[in-house]
């Protein structure tokens, strides 16, 4: 009797193996949809988690700003300011992610150049940005932004010229920001073309102060879509500048 019963046991077992691996199937494929599900709704809060905003390069802020202390003519350098307004140039740009668009910018403080007013006229001037000191958030994207995005390997440099004279006779020396729309050309990633941005113009003290957010098409200067793994960068975006001019 003993004998039969084992037998019948084990003949049970055999007969709820297979049913018993389907159920371990369905459970492991269960487990894997919600595992994948979850990695695709929290994978772009992770992204945005781990890769920040960025560094822009704000407008001015004229809160407490002084009169003019100095007549407008002469040869202005760019100076590097102090906070809140200092020098810096930079980029701003969406990264579009699944199902959301996040706007992300960089920027530096290597800025050079000079500007000549003569007669109270904007005559000549020239501003160059160092694009290898370009920093956002994170030192992986700003090796992207540099090496696939801007390829500052071969062109470092992006400048703004100016091509044409402004009358700057209206602009208040009372510590007030007025605009200015100053023709130029300007070059990104060896690419040039004419733009006419307007400025918001600050005179203050012994500065004057210039910042603008220029609008651009990335492709019309040969910056092309860059392989990034988390997202594609817009074709528009801006160039965001902020330069502290000192004689």
């Known amino acids: 009797m003993q004998g039969n019963d084992s037998k019948k046991s084990s003949g049970a077992s055999r007969a709820e193996s297979p049913l018993i691996k389907f159920r371990t199937l369905i459970i492991v494929i269960f487990v894997i949809l919600i595992v994948g599900l979850a990695s695709i709704a929290v994978g772009p ?13 704000e407008g001015i802020q004229a809160d407490g700003a002084a009169p003019a202390s100095t007549d407008m003519n002469g040869t202005w350098d760019v100076a590097p300011g102090s906070i809140p307004n200092t020098t810096s140039a930079g980029f701003t740009f969406a990264e579009i ?18 500007v000549v007013i003569e007669d109270n006229s904007l005559i000549s001037g020239l501003i160059t940005v160092n694009m290898t000191h370009i920093t956002t958030d994170q030192e992986k994207r700003d090796i ?7 390829h500052t390997d071969q062109y ?14 209206a602009l208040p020396d009372t510590g007030s920001i007025a605009q200015v729309v100053i023709p130029g050309e300007l070059t990104i990633h060896g ?22 957010d ?34």
């Open 144 to 150: 992207n932004v540099r090496t696939k995005l801007f």
């Open 191 to 212: 690419e040039t073309k004419a733009v006419e941005p307007t400025f918001d113009v600050l005179r203050t003290g012994d500065q004057v102060i210039v910042a603008s």
């Open 45 to 57: 809060v992770v992204y945005q988690l781990i890769m920040g905003p960025g560094v822009k390069t």
């Open 214 to 247: 220029i609008e651009i098409n990335r492709l019309d200067f040969g910056v092309e879509t860059p392989e990034f793994i988390a997202a594609k960068i817009n074709e528009t975006g801006e160039i965001n500048v902020r330069i502290v001019l000192e004689k």
């Open 156 to 169: 470092p440099e992006a400048t703004f010229e100016v091509t044409d004279s402004v009358d700057l006779s």
């Open 97 to 114: 992610l699944p199902g959301e668009e996040k706007i992300t910018s960089g920027s530096t403080t290597g800025v050079t150049g000079e």
